[in-house]
């Protein structure tokens, strides 16, 4: 069984600080991929940033980087400068032959 | 460049109906997943279709049914619905199967509500 745990429910940070996301996850799989998608009210899942498992190399886009630990099956998001506009629920995703979602955290960007 | 179409956008079914959603998938894109999200959690894996066949299949009863066509497009059929079924529902389209490694494109899903 492939599961994804995010065990922050919900965080809230200041306009331009930085806030980390926690995500753990467990696969059987050898060959595997990661996501962070988000999700704001609009309800339309957006893509954040992906990492293929094979890579040592953290992957950043922008202002979003991750912090892959493949030993300790850990995949946290780390949001710099964070914006208004981040404001939104975030899912960390497993994805190998079937992909798995995490139970969501709420990140909540204060003015 | 189209992403992914979902009609209707909201739907409102009485117990022991029956309902069909359905997807259009992004330009390019030959795979159909569909979740269902319901209210507060992260969606949850129902299928997968590729060339016309399932190929993936979640947890979920054979109330639970889905088609592809050739065009890539799918249909998600929940028959006797039941109030549990009340959920957001999403589909997303990625290029390729079995792997779900090149990302996913999703649309913004069809918010169910059974009375």
């Known amino acids: 069984a492939q599961t994804v745990t995010q065990s922050q429910p919900e965080m809230s940070v200041q306009e331009a600080e930085t806030v980390t996301l926690s995500c753990t996850y467990d696969?059987?799989?050898?060959?595997?991929?990661l996501f962070w998608y988000k999700q704001p009210p609009s309800r339309q899942m957006i893509l954040v940033i992906r990492?293929?498992?094979?890579?040592?190399q953290n992957a950043t886009e922008n202002r979003f980087s991750v912090n892959f630990q493949k030993a300790a099956k850990s995949f946290s998001l780390k949001i710099s400068d964070s914006q208004l506009g981040d404001t939104a629920m975030y899912f960390c995703?497993?994805?190998?032959?079937?992909?798995?979602f995490g139970g969501g955290t709420r990140v909540l960007v204060k003015p | 460049d189209a992403g992914v179409t979902q009609s209707p956008t909201h739907l409102i079914k009485t117990r022991g109906q029956q309902v069909t959603l359905r997807c259009s998938p992004k330009?390019?894109?030959?795979?159909v997943s569909w979740y269902q999200q319901a209210l507060g959690q992260g969606p949850q894996f129902i299928f997968q279709?590729?060339?016309?066949?399932?190929?993936q299949r979640g947890n979920f009863p054979d109330r639970f049914s889905g088609h592809q066509f050739p065009n890539y497009s799918s249909e998600l059929n929940v028959n006797a619905l039941l109030l549990g079924d009340s959920a957001l529902y999403l589909c997303?389209?990625?290029?390729?199967?079995?792997?779900?490694?090149?990302?996913?494109?999703f649309g913004s899903g069809t918010r169910l509500t059974v009375v």
């Open positions: 997303a389209s990625s290029l390729g199967q079995p792997k779900f490694n090149y990302g996913y494109t």
């Open positions: 696969t059987s799989e050898n060959n595997y991929y």
């Open positions: 990492q293929e498992a094979y890579k040592q």
């Open positions: 995703l497993a994805a190998g032959n079937k992909l798995t």
């Open positions: 330009s390019g894109h030959d795979t």
């Open positions: 279709y590729y060339e016309e066949e399932e190929r």
